[in-house]
């Protein structure tokens, strides 16, 4: 039955009815036609030959759910399936019985690989040139790391071969393991997460990302710039364990070491103990080999150093130098003789000249020499005046007298 369309807005007074409202939703969602729209499937279920799934917006927090009639399926590809990034025609219909919007598929096919790529290399291009993959910014990974962070799907395959791998190489080696969606709407979010959760703490070395391989497609949330950017803000070392040969995902570029399988990552994070205790035998056996080659070296040298004449009868330096000791003393001898002899001589030279200037000497040849009490040496007769006391010196002895006259 036709709604009549009043002409004045709907007031409390005047309400619309629940038709109208309906019918004016119906025929405003009806004027949007159809509208090509990418998106990623995120929820894929068949009933009595239709399909009800869910597309995703590939950058947004966006959902929309979708209807896909039998008549509409059996001319879409058959591989569709969750995880699949596609673009697809699609119809809005506004049920006004029901009051529930519908988007029906028209068309629906794979986003072309070509297009993913162009993208995907973008991206690369950017972070590239931002520095994120460069060599001087990947760090050393650990010799032994105390605890190993492992980021990937729960009762996984690659979590069960790194685990198991890690162990057989060291069975003392600990984990701390978050369980993350490895494809899917939920991948980005919660491998970010995970990679910071790790990070955080404090006890972990080093981060192993791992998912067991898979479809380009279904990898590309390790390719999602989030999950790089993550990667690269982490302080520590990531391993990326994706084991995707072909079309590897940015993950592996900016990791700080790259695995080609979960396996792989086991091996190259965790040493072998056996071959560690090989190595250190080895080392021992090379080391003590040196260590003994050296003290036989040194014996030999000593025993030829022994065998030598000058060890082996040390009173050959006596005998060969004897003639020469005899030699320097005799000329020692003749020299210190020399010199008595010079010094003897003047000596007595010395000797003759000091008696000759001797006063000594003019005393014996008669003079004598007069002092007045005070010391002085008398020169003058004013010096001595009548009854002063004089001290004569001979050469022989002291005489005292006084002056009683006094003549020039």
């Known amino acids: 039955m036709a709604v009549s369309m009043p002409a004045q807005p709907a007031t409390a007074e005047d309400p619309w009815p629940i038709a109208l409202l309906g019918n004016k939703i119906r025929d405003y969602i009806d004027r949007l036609g159809t509208v090509w729209v990418e998106g990623e499937i995120t929820q894929w279920g068949q009933s009595g030959g239709n399909v009800y799934g869910k597309l995703k917006d590939l950058n947004a927090d966006a959902t929309i759910s979708f209807t896909i009639w039998s008549s509409v399926r059996v001319k879409l590809p058959e591989n569709l399936k969750q995880g699949d990034r596609v673009v697809a025609l699609i119809k809005?219909?506004?049920w006004v019985k029901g009051g529930s919007l519908t988007m029906q598929v028209m068309q629906m096919r794979h986003v072309g690989l070509g297009d993913l790529l162009e993208r995907l290399e973008r991206l690369r291009a950017s972070l590239t040139a931002e520095g994120l993959f460069a060599p001087d910014r990947k760090k050393r990974l650990p010799f032994l790391p105390n605890v190993i962070g492992l980021v990937t799907g729960k009762d996984s395959d690659a979590e069960?071969?790194?685990?198991?791998?890690?162990?057989?190489?060291?069975?003392?080696?600990?984990?701390?393991?978050?369980?993350?969606a490895v494809q899917g709407d939920r991948t980005v979010g919660e491998v970010v997460a995970a990679i910071e959760a790790l990070d955080a703490d404090p006890e972990v070395d080093v981060i192993i990302v791992a998912r067991g391989g898979g479809?380009?497609?279904?990898?590309?949330?390790?390719?999602?710039?989030?999950?790089?950017?993550?990667?690269?803000?982490?302080?520590?070392?990531?391993?990326?364990?994706?084991?995707?040969?072909?079309?590897r995902p940015?993950?592996?570029?900016?990791?700080?070491?790259?695995?080609?399988t979960p396996t792989d990552a086991a091996k190259r994070v965790v040493p072998d103990v056996g071959e560690e205790l090989a190595?250190?035998?080895?080392?021992?056996?090379?080391?003590?080999?040196?260590?003994?080659?050296?003290?036989?070296?040194?014996?030999?040298?000593?025993?030829?150093?022994?065998?030598?004449?000058?060890?082996?009868?040390?009173?050959?330096?006596?005998?060969s130098r004897s003639e020469e000791?005899?030699?320097?003393?005799?000329?020692g001898a003749e020299m210190i003789d020399r010199r008595i002899e010079r010094a003897e001589s003047g000596l007595a030279e010395l000797t003759?000249?000091?008696?000759?200037?001797?006063?000594?000497?003019?005393?014996?040849?008669?003079?004598?020499?007069?002092?007045?009490?005070?010391?002085?040496?008398?020169?003058?007769?004013?010096?001595?005046?009548?009854?002063?006391?004089?001290?004569?010196?001979?050469?022989?002895?002291?005489?005292h007298a006084t002056a009683t006259e006094t003549e020039r």
Request: a positive charge; charged letters at 25%; zero cysteines.
């Open 160 to 180: 069960k071969d790194v685990l198991r791998n890690a162990q057989l190489r060291w069975p003392a080696v600990q984990f701390r393991v978050r369980h993350a």
């Open 325 to 331: 000791v005899t030699r320097y003393v005799a000329r």
């Open 92 to 94: 809005a219909n506004f």
């Open 352 to 399: 003759a000249r000091l008696r000759t200037l001797s006063p000594q000497q003019t005393l014996r040849r008669g003079y004598a020499i007069v002092q007045t009490p005070d010391g002085s040496a008398l020169r003058e007769t004013t010096q001595a005046p009548t009854g002063t006391d004089l001290r004569i010196t001979l050469a022989e002895g002291v005489l």
């Open 250 to 260: 940015l993950l592996d570029d900016v990791a700080d070491l790259r695995a080609s």
């Open 215 to 247: 479809d380009f497609q279904n990898l590309l949330g390790f390719s999602d710039e989030r999950v790089v950017r993550a990667a690269a803000a982490a302080t520590t070392p990531i391993v990326s364990a994706i084991g995707h040969e072909a079309d």
């Open 279 to 319: 190595g250190v035998a080895e080392a021992r056996s090379r080391l003590t080999g040196r260590l003994v080659h050296q003290i036989n070296t040194e014996i030999s040298r000593l025993e030829q150093i022994r065998t030598r004449p000058a060890l082996a009868d040390g009173a050959w330096i006596v005998t």
